[in-house]
């Protein structure tokens, strides 16, 4: 659906943006779908795309540890200039972000879990969360020459943890043409998203569930790499058109959102015998320039009937053709949540912020959080309150987890945040309990009036998985979505809801590290809730996420059993 010069002014391109956005915030009274849609359980589509004839090897099982602590890799990342991937590190990259870890079954309070003590509904946990627990991202990596592996175009089997060689050849000069300003590596991961495994179930509200799952991806990306001392910068404006007939993918059912520039290491020659080897027995070889044959083919969707849904389709398809260039940081900076405001009015019983006080160390390894990290859907208890420190700590996180630096060049200039943080306090020691917006420079909270948490906040949720009053503090992901799309376009809509899901990525970690509860949502009335903050936040910013924390009941049963190896400690196979 490419755009025209037909007079009208730039607006026209946004457009099915932003009828899609209004839709999403007034869902919980009017219905994004023109008919009634009930998610067909029994005709849901893998829960992973399937290359079974393509060629491929494995990758080591036992991945090198992210030796810097979460709080260093999420506040203050390391950077060596000398550090660069390699197939072992790229290889806990993706096993700890997208890769199987262990299956899981536990009593929850969510009914769409039933049936998971079958085999075939079996839970599999990732490091990387995701809406509703259906993982739509699938991760090809554009090897080129110097790597060790044969130059060509990969896709990663999650189950399998492998990679699976679709075409051979050097294909690393089409993406870096894509990218504009084009970067010097040979080296790249895409992250596309297939669609229909996440519309089964959410119908048109997908396509705002994914870009946020895309988020949360790429901040365990970042944050991994980070631990070990490598900057990543996610690129998410590119010439996706380009790069989906690179993979031979159709537009509107799955599509490239992300490339990921990898730095890499210098090959030496052990690496390069080491790849030498791990090839053997293929038979395949090709050029390493220039020779590309047909991409392999995946097997066929396993649902029976996929439904299109015209409103998340159209929103995509205006972000996919938009050729407009990557904003400017400044281009940016109107539309950044946290500029300067009208004075909020005070809470009746404070009138001034609260400092909080120094979070809880995060001193555990980032692949230990991404092991350990899960929802708590029902679990939350208000039996024991939540530390202050504790939710100084998840704050803490939470807003450093805005910082995607996507389209910035490796240590540059990075765009400022488009969300900011409110927090609902229930259950705190030590902490009034009410609604407070955090201010992330004074790291305090700044008490607002309105209404009382409880019941409101249950009020506002519109489904059953979660009592609200339980969880000691609700942290509201707060943005002006509508200055975001004016500002950068149709990608802004990803790139807003991006950062919202890398800032539910970073509280995961930081609660998982802390031994606390956390659990996302986007079942709730925007509308209620932006009626609650606009007289303090302004009347254009949204609440577009809710994360909730807090301690689970003791006596939870559970069933996990890990697939991966316990990560290696020692931290002498780092390069």
């Known amino acids: 659906m490419p755009y025209s010069d037909e007079p009208g002014g730039p607006d026209h391109r946004v457009l099915p943006v932003t009828r899609y956005?209004?839709?999403?915030?007034?869902?919980?009274?009017?219905?994004?779908?023109?008919?009634?849609?009930?998610p067909d359980w029994a005709d849901q589509p893998r829960s992973h795309k399937s290359y079974r004839e393509a060629l491929g090897f494995p990758l080591p099982d036992s991945a090198p540890r992210a030796p810097a602590p979460l709080r260093e890799a999420l506040l203050a990342p390391p950077r060596d200039p000398g550090a660069g991937f390699t197939v072992?590190?790229?290889?806990?990259?993706?096993?700890?972000?997208?890769?199987?870890?262990?299956?899981?079954?536990?009593?929850?309070?969510?009914?769409?879990?039933?049936?998971?003590?079958?085999?075939?509904?079996?839970?599999?946990?990732?490091?990387?969360?995701?809406?509703?627990?259906?993982?739509?991202?699938?991760?090809?990596?554009a090897c080129g020459p110097g790597a060790g592996p044969l130059p060509g175009l990969y896709h990663?089997?999650?189950?399998?943890?492998?990679?699976?060689?679709?075409?051979?050849?050097?294909?690393?000069?089409?993406?870096?043409?894509?990218?504009?300003?084009?970067?010097?590596?040979?080296?790249?991961?895409?992250?596309?998203?297939?669609?229909?495994q996440n519309a089964f179930k959410y119908g048109e509200f997908s396509y705002h569930c994914v870009t946020m799952d895309l988020g949360c991806l790429l901040r365990t990306w970042q944050t991994w790499a980070a631990a070990c001392g490598i900057e990543l910068v996610p690129r998410l404006w590119f010439d996706e058109p380009e790069l989906d007939r690179l993979l031979g993918l159709d537009p509107a059912t799955e599509s490239v959102l992300a490339v990921v520039p990898l730095p890499w290491e210098r090959p030496t020659d052990e690496t390069r015998g080491k790849a030498a080897t791990a090839e053997q027995g293929d038979g395949r070889r090709g050029t390493a320039e220039g020779f590309t044959p047909p991409i392999a083919p995946p097997l066929a969707e396993r649902s029976r009937t996929v439904l299109r849904f015209p409103a998340a389709e159209a929103a995509h398809l205006a972000a996919a053709y938009d050729t407009g260039?990557?904003?400017?940081?400044?281009?940016?900076?109107?539309?950044?949540a946290e500029k300067p405001a009208p004075p909020a009015p005070p809470a009746p019983s404070a009138t001034a912020a609260v400092p909080l006080p120094a979070p809880s160390p995060l001193t555990g390894g980032v692949t230990e959080a991404l092991t350990a990290r899960r929802s708590s859907f029902g679990r939350f208890s208000a039996h024991r309150p939540l530390a202050a420190e504790d939710l100084s700590a998840l704050l803490e996180a939470a807003a450093a987890g805005r910082q995607l630096h996507t389209g910035a060049e490796p240590g540059g200039s990075a765009p400022p945040p488009l969300t900011r943080l409110a927090v609902s306090v229930q259950h705190v020691a030590g902490l009034r309990a009410g609604l407070h917006l955090y201010d992330s420079a004074a790291h305090a909270l700044v008490p607002l009036s309105g209404p009382a948490p409880h019941p409101f906040l249950q009020?506002?949720?519109?489904?059953?998985?979660?009592?609200?009053?339980?969880?000691?503090?609700?942290?509201?992901?707060?943005?002006?979505?509508?200055?975001?799309?004016?500002?950068?376009?149709p990608r802004g809509y990803r790139l807003l809801n991006a950062e919202v899901g890398a800032v539910a990525q970073a509280a995961y970690l930081a609660a998982a590290d802390l031994g606390t509860g956390c659990g996302a949502a986007l079942g709730f009335d925007y509308e209620a809730l932006h009626?609650?903050?606009?007289?303090?936040a302004g009347q254009d910013t949204w609440p577009l996420l809710l994360l909730m924390t807090g301690h689970e009941r003791p006596d939870?049963?559970?069933?996990?059993?890990?697939?991966?190896?316990?990560?290696?400690?020692?931290?002498?196979?780092?390069?």
């Open 459 to 489: 009020r506002a949720y519109t489904l059953n998985n979660y009592n609200l009053e339980q969880a000691a503090a609700v942290l509201l992901v707060l943005a002006r979505p509508h200055a975001v799309v004016a500002a950068a376009g």
């Open 325 to 336: 260039p990557c904003p400017a940081p400044g281009a940016l900076a109107e539309a950044a």
């Open 156 to 196: 990663y089997d999650q189950p399998a943890h492998a990679l699976r060689r679709l075409a051979t050849g050097d294909v690393s000069p089409r993406v870096r043409e894509a990218l504009q300003p084009a970067p010097t590596g040979r080296q790249f991961l895409l992250v596309t998203v297939r669609f229909w």
């Open 531 to 536: 009626a609650a903050l606009a007289p303090a």
């Open 88 to 141: 072992p590190l790229l290889a806990g990259l993706l096993r700890y972000s997208y890769g199987w870890l262990s299956r899981r079954l536990q009593v929850t309070a969510d009914p769409g879990q039933g049936g998971r003590e079958a085999y075939a509904h079996a839970a599999w946990a990732r490091g990387s969360a995701a809406g509703g627990g259906l993982y739509p991202c699938e991760l090809y990596w």
């Open 21 to 38: 956005l209004d839709a999403v915030l007034r869902r919980a009274s009017v219905p994004m779908e023109a008919e009634p849609f009930e």
């Open 556 to 575: 939870r049963p559970r069933f996990d059993a890990p697939l991966a190896p316990s990560p290696r400690t020692d931290r002498t196979d780092l390069p």
